[in-house]
């Protein structure tokens, strides 16, 4: 079963939300509030592919539930609901792990298809994991283990997020390649996505968080000025 944690404070569209999920075949557990939210994660742990957020809820607001979801998991997949003037809010729930954003109102057939979209992600992610896939690409002494979603500097360890590991594996499967904003954004949140292209600049600077030495001089996910990035293979 495809199970999804909607955390939303405005009773009606938390409604119409759980409504059209629950038509596209999945199931839903309702939260009202962040703390709630909580809650019902830690009871299920592991057993919620995705969760819904909205951003501006009473106490423990959603930046503050994703960061947490964040932390104590890298295969949840997370959405955070936001409205239009909160730019600022949608920059920082993707620092803090969120892998896509919905700006209020939306449609019914939007949200299926992004919810559809990273579902589709996290499923391929436990598929690999379940079957012990174990295939690796190496590049300029990184690993990227495509089985754990892991991406190794010698020996260690970075995680990533769904979002992290597909763009790096376009990087590491095309280094060298200058790919536009465009091409990432239709490889990893595929051809209908209905947002813009910042959410891949924002992604790009939390990998570059994740692997350069220094992420205000970066030497392997480099700028492309006027076009998008590229990984600067040796």
């Excluded at 598929?127 to 892991?150: P, Q, T, V, W, Y």
């Excluded at 499967?173 to 813009?196: C, E, F, M």
């Excluded at 939390?206 to 700028?223: A, G």
Aim: charged share 30%; net charge negative; aromatic share 10%.
């Amino acid at each position: 079963m495809k199970r999804i944690l909607v955390a939303e404070d405005e009773s009606t569209i938390r409604e119409f939300i759980v409504l059209n999920l629950e038509r596209a075949g999945y199931e839903v557990t309702e939260a009202t509030d962040g703390e709630t939210a909580l809650e019902e994660y830690n009871k299920l742990k592991e057993e919620f592919d995705i969760a819904i957020l909205d951003i501006m809820m009473p106490g423990v607001d959603g930046l503050k539930v994703c960061k947490e979801l964040r932390r104590k998991s890298n295969d949840i997949g997370i959405i955070l609901l936001t409205a239009k003037t909160q730019e600022i809010d949608k920059v920082s729930g993707l620092m803090f792990g969120a892998d896509d954003y919905m700006t209020k109102p939306f449609s019914p057939s939007e949200l299926v298809a992004r919810v559809d979209a990273l579902y589709r992600r996290v499923a391929i992610a436990q598929m690999r994991s379940d079957n012990n896939f174990k295939e690796e690409i190496s590049l300029d002494g990184f690993r990227l283990n495509l089985r754990s979603h892991a991406l190794f500097k010698g020996e260690e360890i970075i995680e990533l997020t769904h979002v992290e590991f597909q763009i790096i594996e376009f990087f590491f499967s095309n280094p060298g390649t200058a790919l536009s904003r465009s091409d990432i954004l239709k490889y990893v949140w595929r051809q209908h996505y209905y947002g813009d292209e910042k959410i891949v600049d924002v992604n790009i600077r939390r990998l570059r968080m994740k692997v350069e030495e220094d992420p205000s001089l970066p030497k392997h996910i480099v700028t492309v000025w006027g076009f998008g990035y590229k990984w600067a293979s040796s």
